[in-house]
Antibody, heavy 115, light 107 residues
Framework: QVQLVESGGGLVKPGGSLRLSCAAS????????MTWIRQAPGKGPEWLSY????????KYADSVKGRFTISRDNAKSSLFLQMNSLRAEDTAIYYC????????WGQGTLVTVSS | DIQMTQSPSSLSASVGDRVTITCRAS??????LGWYQHKPGKAPKRLIY???TLQSGVPSRFSGSGSGTEFTLTISSLQPEDIATYYC?????????FGQGTKVEIK
């Protein structure tokens, strides 16, 4: 069955960086666009970014454009999110999801940005 | 950006009740909408895609309808295991946007 497992979250100071990973299994990873979504405490989910199957096309929400970079390694069935210049408002649970319509999600990894 | 207005924000109903949740899009999105169930500590789960198609393995008491700007998720007979927060997501136009959620509780 489809499984997505995020890792790499943690506590980081404002201005710091983190790299999130998402390990995929149970489907042909290289055949699917992949997406990152986050949910801040007490708020609804926010779509962040997606990447095409061969990494040739990426898209970002305005809130993270220029600070976050999505990438993937099809050989390792892995998705990544490099997060730089982190702010307090980036505190959230970060989820990876399969395809543009988020057909399957992982359980998420918590990122806390605080001094 | 397309705004998704979801209502109600919360509801309390009895086991066996029919429950309806609505999402309204600020502009037409054809049928590019999904419904998701999220239980605390678990991965969100898609219930409905393309506005009205039931995801494989999802109980038939869940159904979706609508097109354009008005969409509905219906639980025909609420069960205790349906306690969760439900979200809609439009994937017609970037940035994709979610509704603010409906928390469903048992009365």
């Amino acid at each position: 069955q489809v499984q997505l497992v995020e890792s790499g979250g943690g506590l980081v100071k404002p201005g710091g960086s983190l790299r999130l990973s998402c390990a995929a299994s149970g489907f042909a990873f290289s055949d699917y666009y992949m997406t990152w979504i986050r949910q801040a405490p007490g708020k609804g989910p926010e779509w962040l970014s997606y990447i095409s199957t061969t990494s040739g096309f990426t898209k970002y929400a305005d809130s993270v454009k220029g600070r976050f970079t999505i990438s993937r390694d099809n050989a390792k069935s892995s998705l990544f999110l490099q997060m730089n210049s982190l702010r307090a408002e980036d505190t959230a649970i970060y989820y990876c999801a399969r395809d543009l319509s988020a057909g399957y999600w992982g359980q998420g990894t918590l990122v806390t940005v605080s001094s | 950006d397309i705004q998704m207005t979801q209502s109600p924000s919360s509801l309390s109903a009895s086991v066996g009740d029919r429950v309806t949740i609505t999402c309204r899009a600020s502009q037409g999105i054809r049928n590019d909408l999904g419904w998701y169930q999220h239980k605390p500590g678990k991965a969100p789960k898609r219930l409905i895609y393309a506005a009205s198609t039931l995801q494989s393995g999802v109980p038939s008491r869940f159904s979706g309808s609508g097109s354009g700007t008005e969409f509905t998720l219906t639980i025909s007979s609420l069960q205790p295991e349906d306690i969760a927060t439900y979200y809609c997501l439009q994937h017609n136009s970037y940035p994709y946007t979610f509704g603010q959620g409906t928390k469903v509780e048992i009365k």
